[in-house]
C-alpha cells in the first residue's frame, strides 16, 4: 500500500522494518570508468524470520537484476535446507564504452509477512576489486557471502594461473573462473553452470588463457559449500522431516588468492626440444657402440680368417689341432670322444634321421637346406606324434641336474614360429585396446573442455600446461620416452635377429649348437609393450581419473609378465608357456585389477576371495615350474601329493631332488603369501597398484635368484651386461623416488587430490611425475638390455655344459 523511495549513500548502514503493507527502494549511483572498476557490494542482516514470509531483497542495474531473500535457503544432499540470516553479495559491473559514466541502481525491500521484520542495509565498494598481478590478496567467504574479483590480462601475457589457497581444510569451497557478463553465478546451487570450476580444500589453482575470454579479462569467483562431503569431509545424517531446517553452524572461510603469469612458447619449445633431446642421446649412443663392437669383430675375424672353401671337417680338425675361429663353440669332449664333431647334433644326425623331433637329427646339409623352408606348413604338434615321446621327456626333465641340450631339442622353426606368436598376439590386442582408449580420452577433454567441471580429471594442477584443446600437454610429452626407446630396442633386437639368421644360413656352429638357444619373439613383443605403455599412459594422463587408470597400468602388467617369460625361457625354451596360455593368465590379472579397483575398496569378503585365489594360482605354478610340467591335475592328484609325502616324509627323511628350484619356490610363495597378508590386513585403496606390486616382487625375485644361479654356475657376466645391470638399478632407485611423491591420486576427492599438487621442478615445464615418466622409460629400456644381453658369455659354450636353474 506504501512504497517509500529513498536516495542511499554508499557505506551507511540503513536499519528500517518492512512488512506487507509497505515497500522501500533504496536509490544509489556511482561513477564508472573504462579503465578503472570498482566493486559494489550488498550487505543484509535481518533478525530471525519464518520461512513462510521471508524478504526479498531485489537489486536493479542499468544491464542486470540481482534478487535474493532472507533468510537464504541453500539445499545440500538429500534435500537437506540451511538458512541464512545473513547475506553479502557483489554486484555485477557490465563493461561500459565511455570513459566515464554515472550509472544508478536500486534496491528493493519487500515481505508479505503481516508483522514487521527489521533488516540492516548496507552498501560498500569493493577497494581490492580487481586483481594485481604477482600480488596475493586475502579475504573472508561463506555459503551466504561469496566473493569474486576480476583480472584483466597485462599486454604480453597470454596465460596465467589463479591459485587460491587457504589454512582451512574445511568447510569445502568451489573456486571458478567466469566470463565478464552478468549474472555472475556466486552461489552454491549455481556456480557451475558456467565457466571453469573446481572443488578445494587447502589449494586450487586453474590455468586460464587470454584465447578463450575476448574481453582478456575474467571474474575469479569462490563460494563456500553448504556441506563437506564434495570434498572428502562427513556426510549429515538424513533429515528426519523433509522440510526441517538445519542448523549449518559456523562455515567462515579465510582464503587467498593470487593470480600469476604461466610459462611462455619459449618454454614450451624448450621443454619438447629438451625430451626429444634426451632420448635421441640413446639412438646415438646405441649407434656408437654398435659401431665399436663392429670395428671389434672385424678385428677378431682379421685374426682367426678361416677360407671360405674350408669345409666343416677341415674346421673341426683346426679345433682339435688347437685353432680357434671365431665360429666355433668351445667343445669341451672332443678329445674325449675322439670325433671331429662330438654335437650330439651332428654324430646323431646320420643314424637317427627318422626321427624327427628336434634340429639335432638332421645332419648340417638338412639344416641349412631346411632354413630356407617355408614356416607356414610347420606346426609344433608334427614333432609329437612318437608314442614314447612322452615317457622320452620323462626321462630328460626329471634329471637331476638339466643342461640347456636337455630342454632345447625341439625344431627352431617350430620354436621360431611358437615364440613369433608373442609378437603378433601383442600388436593385435595393442591396436584393439589402444583405439577405444584413444576415442574414450578424446570424450574425456572434450567433456571437461564442454562442461568446465575441473574435477572430472585429476591433475597437478600447479604445473599443467595447455596446448590446443589439452589440459596437461607435459605429461602427456614426458610419455614419449617410453615409445621412442621401445622403438630403438625393438630395431637393436632386429639387428640381432638379422645376424643370427644370417650365422644359420652359412651353418655357423656357434649359433647351431652353442650359447642360449635365440628366440626373439618374445623381445619384439616387450619393445611393443613398452611403446604401447608409453601411448597408453599418456592416454591415461589427457585425463587421469578413477574409470580409466587401468590403461596406464595394463601394460605395465604385460611388461612384467613378459620378462618373467623371456627369463625362464633362457633355460627352458622347449616347455615355456605359449602366446595363448601367458596372454590368458595376463589377462586374468586385469580382469581381476579392474575387480579391484570397483569392488575392492574396503571389501573384505573380494580380498578373501583374491588372497585364496592367488595362493592357489602360486601353488599350481610351483608345483608346475618344479616338476618341469612332468605333472597332471586330475583325479588322482591329491593320493599321488599323498604317496610323495609318506615315501619322503614319513617313511624316509629325504631332501628335495631339486634344491635350487625348490628354494626359489619357497623364497616366491613366502613373498607372495606375505603380500596376500599385508592385502587382508591393509586392504589398500589402490588395488591396481598393489597387483602390479606382486608383479615386480616376484619378477625381482626371479631376475636375483637367475643372477645369483649364474655366478654360482661358474659363468660370468660381460662388461656390457654388467653396465647396464649398474645403470639400471641407479635409474630404478632415482625413478621410484620420484613415483612415490604423489603429485594427485584419485583415490581421494577431487579436493583432497589437490592438496598433493606441486609446482613444476624441472625446466618449469615438468614436474615430479614427468621426471618419473623419463626415468622409468629409461630403466625400462636398461631393464630390456640386461635381458638382451646377460648370457652373452655364453655365446661360445657348448649347450651340454650350460645349466639349467
Not at 557483489?90 to 503481516?114: G, H, I, K, M, W
Not at 604477482?134 to 555459503?143: C, E, G, L, N, V
Not at 626429444?276 to 659401431?291: D, E, H, M, P, Q
Not at 623352408?373 to 615321446?389: A, K, N, R
Amino acid at each position: 500500500k506504501s512504497v517509500v523511495q529513498k536516495n542511499a549513500e554508499f557505506d551507511v548502514i540503513y536499519s528500517d522494518a518492512v512488512t506487507s503493507e509497505n515497500q522501500t527502494i533504496y536509490a544509489f549511483n556511482h561513477t564508472i570508468s573504462r579503465n578503472k572498476t570498482e566493486g559494489v557490494r550488498v550487505s543484509v542482516d535481518v533478525s530471525s524470520q519464518g520461512l513462510e514470509s521471508p524478504i526479498l531483497f531485489v537489486v536493479r542495474q542499468k544491464q542486470a537484476v540481482l534478487s535474493f531473500q532472507i533468510p537464504l535457503i541453500l539445499r545440500g544432499l538429500y534435500q537437506r535446507k540451511y538458512p541464512y540470516d545473513h547475506v553479502g553479495r557483489t554486484l555485477c559491473q557490465p563493461l561500459t564504452r565511455a570513459a566515464s559514466e554515472t550509472q544508478y541502481f536500486f534496491v528493493d525491500v519487500s515481505t508479505l509477512s503481516l508483522q514487521g521484520t527489521n533488516y540492516q542495509l548496507r552498501v560498500s565498494r569493493v577497494e581490492s576489486f580487481t586483481l594485481q598481478t604477482d600480488r596475493k590478496f586475502s579475504f573472508i567467504a561463506s555459503p551466504s557471502q561469496p566473493q569474486y574479483f576480476k583480472y584483466i590480462f597485462p599486454d604480453g601475457v597470454d596465460t596465467v594461473i589463479v591459485k587460491v589457497n587457504s589454512d582451512m581444510n574445511f568447510p569445502c569451497s568451489v573456486m571458478s573462473i567466469q566470463d565478464i557478463q552478468c549474472p555472475v553465478y556466486d552461489l552454491d546451487n549455481n556456480v557451475a553452470f558456467t565457466g571453469m570450476y573446481q572443488t578445494m580444500t587447502k589449494k586450487g589453482a586453474i590455468t586460464v588463457q587470454r584465447k578463450d575470454f575476448p574481453s582478456y579479462s575474467f571474474y575469479v569467483v569462490v563460494v563456500v559449500k553448504t556441506e563437506d562431503e564434495a570434498c572428502g569431509g562427513p556426510l549429515r545424517f538424513y533429515p528426519l522431516r523433509p522440510d526441517a531446517l538445519m542448523d549449518a553452524g559456523n562455515r567462515t572461510k579465510v582464503l587467498d588468492v593470487m593470480v600469476s603469469p604461466a610459462i611462455n612458447s619459449e618454454v614450451y619449445v624448450m621443454g619438447m626440444l629438451f625430451c626429444l633431446g634426451i632420448f635421441l642421446s640413446f639412438y646415438l649412443l646405441t649407434l656408437l657402440v654398435a659401431c665399436v663392437e663392429n670395428k671389434r669383430m672385424n678385428k677378431k675375424r682379421a685374426v682367426f680368417q678361416i677360407p671360405p672353401d674350408m669345409s666343416p671337417a677341415e674346421t673341426g680338425r683346426n679345433v682339435f689341432a688347437g685353432i680357434t675361429p671365431a665360429s666355433t663353440c668351445e667343445y669341451g669332449s672332443f678329445a674325449d670322444n675322439g670325433s671331429t664333431h662330438s654335437s650330439e647334433a651332428i654324430t646323431d644326425s646320420a643314424t637317427s634321421t627318422d626321427n624327427n623331433y628336434g634340429y639335432m637329427d638332421r645332419s648340417m646339409d638338412s639344416i641349412g637346406r631346411c632354413r630356407q623352408e617355408s614356416l607356414s606348413s610347420v606346426e609344433e604338434d608334427d614333432y609329437d606324434t612318437l608314442d614314447d615321446i612322452d615317457s622320452d621327456k620323462n626321462i630328460v626333465r626329471t634329471k637331476k641336474f638339466l643342461c640347456v641340450s636337455d630342454l632345447a631339442r625341439k625344431d627352431k622353426r617350430v620354436l621360431s614360429k611358437k615364440y613369433q606368436i608373442y609378437f603378433w598376439n601383442i600388436a593385435t590386442i595393442a591396436v584393439f585396446y589402444a583405439l577405444p582408449v584413444i576415442q574414450l580420452v578424446i570424450t574425456y577433454q572434450t567433456v571437461v573442455n564442454v562442461t568446465g567441471n575441473q574435477d572430472i580429471c585429476f591433475y597437478n594442477f600447479l604445473c599443467a600446461h595447455p596446448l590446443g584443446a589439452l589440459s596437461a600437454f607435459n605429461n602427456i610429452l614426458s610419455n614419449l620416452g617410453y615409445v621412442m626407446l621401445g622403438l630403438l630396442f625393438l630395431l637393436i633386437v632386429l639387428k640381432r635377429d638379422i645376424v643370427h639368421n644370417r650365422a644359420l644360413v652359412r651353418n655357423d656352429l656357434n649359433a647351431l649348437e652353442c650359447g642360449i638357444p635365440k628366440h626373439f619373439g618374445l623381445f619384439y613383443a616387450m619393445g611393443t609393450a613398452l611403446m604401447m605403455e608409453g601411448l597408453l599412459s599418456a592416454c591415461y594422463h589427457v585425463c587421469p581419473n578413477y574409470t580409466n587408470f587401468q590403461f596406464d597400468t595394463s601394460f605395465m602388467y604385460m611388461i612384467a609378465g613378459l620378462c618373467m617369460l623371456k627369463l625362464y625361457q633362457k633355460r627352458h625354451p622347449d616347455i615355456n608357456a605359449s602366446a595363448y596360455t601367458a596372454y590368458a593368465c595376463l589377462a586374468m590379472v586385469i580382469f581381476f585389477s579392474v575387480l579391484g579397483v570397483v569392488f575392492g575398496k574396503g571389501n573384505m569378503a573380494f580380498w578373501i576371495v583374491f588372497s585364496v585365489i592367488h595362493i592357489l594360482a602360486t601353488l599350481l605354478l610351483s608345483t608346475q615350474l618344479y616338476y618341469m610340467g612332468r605333472w597332471r591335475l586330475d583325479s588322482g592328484v591329491l593320493r599321488r601329493i599323498g604317496n610323495v609325502i609318506y615315501t619322503d616324509c614319513i617313511r624316509q627323511c629325504s631332501g628335495p631332488m631339486y634344491i635350487d628350484r625348490m628354494v626359489l619356490l619357497i623364497m616366491g610363495n613366502i613373498v607372495n603369501w606375505s603380500l596376500d597378508s599385508y592385502g587382508l590386513i591393509e586392504r589398500p585403496n589402490d588395488f591396481a597398484s598393489y597387483l602390479l606390486a606382486i608383479a615386480i616382487c616376484n619378477l625381482l625375485l626371479y631376475f636375483a635368484f637367475y643372477i645369483i644361479m649364474k655366478l654360482r654356475s661358474g659363468e660370468r657376466i660381460q662388461c656390457l651386461a654388467l653396465v647396464c645391470i649398474l645403470f639400471t638399478a641407479v635409474v630404478w632407485g632415482f625413478a621410484l623416488y620420484f613415483f612415490f611423491q604423489g603429485l594427485s591420486t584419485w583415490q581421494k576427492t577431487p579436493a583432497e587430490s589437490r592438496e598433493h599438487n606441486r609446482d613444476c621442478i624441472l625446466l618449469s615445464f615438468f614436474d615430479d611425475h614427468d621426471v618419473w615418466h623419463f626415468l622409468s622409460s629409461i630403466a625400462m629400456f636398461g631393464s630390456f638390455l640386461v635381458l638382451l644381453t646377460l648370457d652373452d658369455d655364453l655365446d661360445t659354450v657348448q649347450r651340454d655344459k650350460i645349466f639349467v636353474f
